[in-house]
């Protein structure tokens, strides 16, 4: 890819854009994509890859590995490891640069062009020195300004966050925890912004809510395991096993236990422990607490559920059967069911809304009632 070609570089447009809209957030949303796009743009210079690769390790940032590419994974990082990145290359580059990448990055950073006359097939070391010095200056400068851009945006939509965190999290004390994971995904979001700005709102409050109902899951299921580890562990017990050597597998130990305690005699809950006593039943058996059958149908999630999308209208009934493929049927997205109901897409996704706020009202005591009990 030929660096000095401004059709190269898919992203260079976004440097080149006209006004900036008006209105401090849009000005702020402008400085961060412009800011983003033209390190995106220096990360792309094939002249600097080995660079980039020792700089992310020395970071211990996730590269290039198995399903992603070098150029995703560059994109993937925040802006803050993006500018480091570009820091650090700036330093630890000695190569000669060809002049016309050299050419290409004083035009996306901004900076005065090079006397033509001046420069040969590539650059000298004085001319190397001149303009990595004037780059890591003018960087230096731009992410000053995207770093108050950043504060203006997170201080306007920082209340989203904690009106997210409460109508998810229902226990107070999971609150800062989610308040924190949700802060952390509005960053994520404004560091993704369009120059124009206008759908972060929307964009910011979709990663809120995931992060926070990630980290709820989190800890109610804290235990998590590659599938290949479990696939390897499995397999290594099993030909411990066969081989007659339960401890040498990863989790002999445990097999072991289990073992164990299954060898126990079997103890029946209608027999007393000892004579004139009573059973173990009985023991069990408190009149003051609900029987298990009780308290199941009280939290009968299904029921619940079903009754409340039977007194939904017919329409919403629809989009969200067909949203997320009740009854049977197959997945349909929101472009899908405004195309079939001839509606709009808007339309579509308010029949959505409304129906998802009536049911989370409807389930709201009984995940309460859940988190009481947990």
């Known amino acids: 890819m030929n660096c000095s070609d401004p059709t190269s570089r898919p992203d260079e447009a976004a440097l080149r854009g006209g006004a900036a809209p008006s209105g401090a957030p849009a000005r702020a949303a402008n400085v961060i994509a412009r800011h983003r796009a033209c390190l995106e743009w220096l990360l792309q210079v094939p002249e600097w890859e080995a660079q980039i690769d020792e700089a992310m390790a020395a970071l211990e940032l996730l590269g290039q590995r198995q399903g992603i590419a070098r150029r995703a994974a560059v994109r993937a990082l925040a802006i803050e490891h993006k500018f480091e990145v570009v820091r650090r290359v700036l330093e630890g580059f000695r190569r000669m640069l060809p ?71 229902f226990r107070a004390s999971a609150r800062p925890d989610c308040m924190q994971e949700g802060a952390l995904a509005l960053l994520q979001a404004i560091d993704r912004v369009q120059a124009d700005g206008r759908d972060l709102a929307v964009q910011a409050a979709s990663a809120v809510r995931r992060a926070v109902k990630n980290h709820l899951m989190r800890q109610r299921l804290p235990v998590y395991a590659p599938v290949n580890l479990i696939s390897e562990a499995s ?19 445990l097999l072991a236990r289990v073992r164990e305690c299954l060898a126990q005699p079997a103890l029946s809950i209608d027999c ?34 079903r009754r409340e999308l039977d007194g939904l209208t017919a329409k919403q009934r629809e989009v969200v059967e067909r949203r997320f493929g009740l009854g049977g049927g197959s997945i349909a997205t929101l472009d899908q069911i405004a195309h079939d109901e001839g509606i709009s897409r808007q339309q579509a996704s308010m029949r959505e809304k409304r129906a998802l706020r009536r049911l989370e009202s409807a389930l709201a005591p009984l995940f309460a009632e859940e988190a009481g009990h947990g």
Do not use: C, N
Request: hydrophobic share 40%; proline share 6%; charged share 30%.
């Open 99 to 169: 002049s016309a990448v050299a050419v290409g990055v004083r035009r996306v950073t901004g900076l005065e062009r090079f006397d033509q006359r001046e420069l040969d097939a590539h650059l000298t070391t004085r001319q190397w020195q001149r303009l990595r010095d004037e780059v890591r200056a003018r960087l230096s400068s731009d992410h000053r300004a995207y770093k108050e851009a950043q504060r203006l945006l997170f201080e306007a939509h920082e209340p989203v966050v904690a009106r997210i965190v409460v109508r998810i999290a």
């Open 272 to 305: 007393p422990p000892a004579a004139g006593e009573p059973t173990w039943r009985d023991r069990m058996d408190d009149p003051t607490e609900d029987s298990p059958a009780e308290h199941a149908s009280r939290t009968d999630w299904h029921g619940v559920l």
């Open 235 to 253: 397999l290594s017990a099993r030909a411990a096993e066969q081989a007659g050597d339960v401890a040498a597998a990863p989790e002999g130990r």
